[in-house]
């Protein structure tokens, strides 16, 4: 029995939800606005200001999609009225970031600055030298373009090096032992 799929969604002000017969999913809000294919077997009601999404039958692929559907929905529209974040750390000596107009600029030990530019509704900011901020309000999006710039310089275990989440805690290990 999906748990989350059965707790209604909450509609807040200023928020306008919009899905078609073929569960086609539009949300308009203060940040912006977002629009998804959700699966075809569920169906969603609005009612009033909340929406329910119920599941034809009991079968295990209905059930799985069940909770699937009302978080993407929930999803949207969490986006559209506070956006969401990804904080990442680099952590090494002469490791650093900075920002030029919409580019992401990298120093990370290679001979060259890594230079990415950011995608259409993702923005990345800089806090000092070693902090960034990606912010957005699709969660995916926001979640890979953070995964893409973690993959640059994964932290490694023996040094801590590398770019980190700020909740990542990399276990260390002891290096080399002599006689």
């Known amino acids: ?14 928020v306008e939800v919009m899905i078609d017969e073929n569960n086609y999913a539009e949300v308009k809000g203060p940040k912006g606005s977002l629009a998804e294919q959700l699966p075809k077997d569920m169906q969603v009601e609005i009612n009033d200001n909340t929406i329910e999404v119920k599941r034809p039958s009991e079968n295990k ?8 559907t009302r978080t993407l929905v929930n999803n949207m529209i969490v986006g559209v009225t506070d956006g969401y974040a990804k904080k990442l750390e680099i952590v090494g000596v002469g490791y650093r970031a900075k920002k030029e107009g919409k580019k992401l600029i ?11 530019d950011d995608p259409d509704g993702i923005e990345t900011t800089i806090e000092g030298n070693n902090k960034i901020i990606v912010s957005g309000i699709n969660k995916q999006r926001v979640g890979n ?14 040094k801590g090096k590398g770019i980190k989440y700020d909740y990542e805690i990399v276990r260390r290990k002891a290096g080399k032992t002599g006689k």
Do not use: C, Q
């Open 1 to 14: 029995m999906s748990r989350i799929g059965l707790k209604p969604i909450t509609i807040p002000a200023g």
């Open 61 to 68: 692929k209905h059930k799985s999609l069940h909770g699937l």
């Open 106 to 116: 990298l120093n990370l030990g290679f001979s060259h600055p890594v230079e990415m």
């Open 145 to 158: 373009y953070a995964a893409v710039i973690r993959d640059w310089r994964k932290p490694e275990p023996y």
